[in-house]
């Protein structure tokens, strides 16, 4: 556990290091709050206190976002041959992929956390709807946790940076368009079992305020899946050499 | 701590970087890993620092066997992989705190560890530099420096004095046999001269197998059995000291090389040819003004083994 702090603290040292972290905080709350508030469907056209556009935009300033976090993790260390030293050192292959994990998660949390004003503002103009707003804070950060690993698990499958971004950015767009398209002209068991696997169905449901343990099971299991196999790429050193 | 190396066995694609090797390294002994490029030295320091494991075969350091407690083991050692990765974007202070902090170095004492590292690496003037800015040579002191903070039992080094500039080679060559007197140290090279310098024993591995295990001298002795003599006869012609010099009893050759009256000699006595050399002298009255024993190099007996 200890160890898997330590590794965590350095990634998100990294981050603030090598500005991607101001950069992230920045884009992410000039973006959101251009369309929370400035553009055309903001709230007060609508009239109504409501997070729901900013929890839409901020979804998919996201699926930009968090590859491009990820990218870097595994491929990077992979090309420059920081893995071997990292590897060699008092740790374990899984300790290496959860605190890089924990790192990027931290560092959405903290860009998340940055967009609080934005409820405070909103709760202060007129009536809010707390629960909704906490839900769909937890739905991003729901998502953000199974795309992060998703995307560890890209990068570890390659050293190349732009490769792995690409190959996220492919796995994610699967799970948040494909599945949804593809579910409406497929019918019967196997197109239910399609639209569970899309990432919007799950996200909308929580970020509306409903807390299913479906949809929090399906993140969480998304996010165990990915790291596992991020962990496997690691293991493949031994096979492949 | 000792590492013993038991049929270790590596493949890559069907053919064998490392090929059914054991062997073993006491603790205090500083181990020169030699051999061709491809021949199987890095891959061999890669498991032995449980990065990579063996196909086949078994390593154990300290009792621990590695691919059973890797973690137990990782410890203690101090590992310099090649091409020396570092994390470029980070300061050198940083860097190393990182790293002890990683390998268990408790937390009181890394400040002190760290000053301690610092100073023995020569890293003080640059130690507030992010790693990317230094040069070739002060980065090799910062991989030097990340496998020893943690004061490890064992050293494995590959290449350790690469991009170094010769007076940094020294120190550094000096550094390492600092610390093999209580560790263990293995350490690859290309550098012929460098393992003479720094190792008590040295292995030549060539396409994953080991060619040759011994000191420096007993490989030289078991390489050729040949001595090389340099002579220098006052006195006679060389038509009159041709003859009587390639009659002594074990001389293959005889050559005048430069300067007046002198001659290099190939026999296989050893000693007796030394000898005979003296007696024929002074038998003819010439006056012997030179005998220099030629040591076999360690360059002849690396290439005999390892050119096929």
Not at chain 2, 121 to 133: A, D, P, Q, V, Y
Request: glycine share 8%; proline share 4%; charged share 20%.
């Amino acid at each position: 556990m200890h160890n898997i702090w330590i590794l965590a603290k350095r990634e998100l040292q990294t981050f603030f290091d090598s500005l991607i972290a101001y950069i992230l905080l920045i884009a992410f709350l000039g973006i959101t709050g251009f369309f929370t508030w400035i553009l055309g469907s903001d709230i007060f056209l609508i009239g109504q206190v409501t997070l729901q556009p900013f929890f839409q935009v901020a979804f998919w300033t996201l699926f930009f976002f968090i590859p491009a976090l990820t990218m870097r993790m595994i491929a990077e260390e992979k090309k420059t041959g920081t893995l071997e030293s990292l590897l060699t050192r008092a740790v374990n292959d899984w300790q290496v992929v959860i605190g890089k994990y924990l790192a990027c998660l931290m560092l959405i949390g903290l860009t998340l956390a940055a967009t609080i004003p934005f409820y405070l503002v909103m709760s202060w103009l007129g009536p809010m709807d707390h629960g909704a707003a906490f839900c769909g804070y937890l739905g991003l950060m729901l998502l953000s946790s199974a795309y992060i690993s998703i995307g560890i698990f890209a990068s570890g499958l390659t050293n190349n940076q732009i490769v792995a971004f690409l190959l996220s950015l492919f796995i994610g767009f699967t799970f948040l368009l494909l599945f949804d398209i593809i579910a409406t002209s497929v019918s019967g068991v196997l197109g239910s079992l399609i639209h569970f696997l899309s990432f919007s169905a799950h996200f909308e449901s929580i970020s509306r305020g409903v807390i299913d343990s479906r949809d929090v099971i399906f993140f969480v299991s998304l996010t165990f899946l990915g790291l596992i196999l991020a962990e496997m790429q690691l293991v493949k050193r031994n096979v492949v050499g | 701590m000792d590492i013993q190396v038991n049929n270790l066995s590596k493949i890559y694609d069907s053919r064998a970087a490392v090929d059914n090797i054991s062997f073993e390294v006491k603790t205090g002994e500083i181990l020169g890993f030699l051999g061709p490029n491809g021949a199987g030295k890095t891959t061999t320091m890669k498991i032995l620092s449980c990065y990579m494991a063996p196909n086949i075969g078994s390593v154990s350091i300290g009792g621990h066997n590695i691919l059973e407690t890797p973690e137990a083991v990782k410890q203690h050692i101090g590992y310099l992989p090649e091409n020396n990765p570092l994390y470029h974007e980070m300061p050198v202070l940083e860097f190393l705190g990182f790293v002890a902090e990683l390998q268990g170095v408790p937390k009181t004492q890394i400040p002190h560890r760290l000053k301690e590292i610092v100073r023995m690496c020569g890293l003080n003037r640059e130690k507030h530099k992010k790693i990317g800015e230094l040069s070739k040579g002060y980065k090799q002191r910062v991989g030097l420096a990340q496998a020893l903070i943690h004061d490890p039992q064992i050293l494995i080094l590959d290449e350790p004095t690469t991009g170094l500039d010769p007076n940094q080679i020294v120190e550094i060559r000096n550094l390492i046999k600092e610390i093999g007197k209580e560790k263990t140290v293995i350490l690859s090279t290309h550098i012929l001269p460098e393992v003479e310098a720094t190792c008590d024993r040295i292995l030549i591995i060539n396409q994953g197998k080991i060619v040759a295990d011994g000191t420096p001298e007993t490989l030289r002795n078991a390489g050729q059995g040949e001595e090389i003599l340099k002579v220098q006869i006052l006195g006679p012609s060389l038509n009159d000291a041709f003859e009587p010099l390639l009659k002594i009893k074990g001389m293959t050759s005889v050559d005048p090389i430069e300067g007046e009256g002198r001659y290099q000699l190939i026999g296989k006595g050893g000693m007796a040819t030394r000898e005979a050399v003296f007696r024929l002298c002074v038998d003819k009255g010439w006056v012997l003004t030179e005998l220099t024993p030629i040591e076999t190099r360690l360059e002849d007996i690396f290439r005999e083994l390892t050119l096929n």
